[in-house]
Nanobody
Framework: QWQLVESGGGLVQPGGSLRLSCVAS????????MRWYRQAPGKDRELVAH????????IYGQSTQGRFTISRDNAKNTLYLQMNNLKPEDTAVYYC???????WGQGTQVTVSS
């Protein structure tokens, strides 16, 4: 049974940082590209970043490039999202996903507010 479990969300002030984690199980993590998405209230789900399975090549959404960094540790079956210089508009529920399998985690709330 596959599972994706996100953690690391919380309340942070503008300009602050957070690191999200997503622990995967039930499938061969290293074989799959992984993504972070986010969804703010009343808005469509937005792609935050994608990381390929073997090359570690990354792609970022326009609103997060330069501030967020996606990475993975295949030995730990874990996906990360380092978020720096957070802004109030980054407030959303963040989800990790396996796009080729349509697997989704339960999400973790990130709130950026003073």
């Amino acid at each position: 049974q596959w599972q994706l479990v996100e953690s690391g969300g919380g309340l942070v002030q503008p300009g602050g940082s957070l690191r999200l984690s997503c622990v995967a199980s039930g499938f061969t993590f290293r074989n799959f590209g992984m993504r972070w998405y986010r969804q703010a209230p009343g808005k469509d789900r937005e792609l935050v970043a994608h990381i390929y399975s073997s090359s570690n090549k990354t792609i970022y959404g326009q609103s997060t490039q330069g501030r967020f960094t996606i990475s993975r540790d295949n030995a730990k079956n874990t996906l990360y999202l380092q978020m720096n210089n957070l802004k109030p508009e980054d407030t959303a529920v963040y989800y990790c996903s396996v796009p080729n399998k349509n697997y989704w985690g339960q999400g973790t709330q990130v709130t950026v507010s003073s």
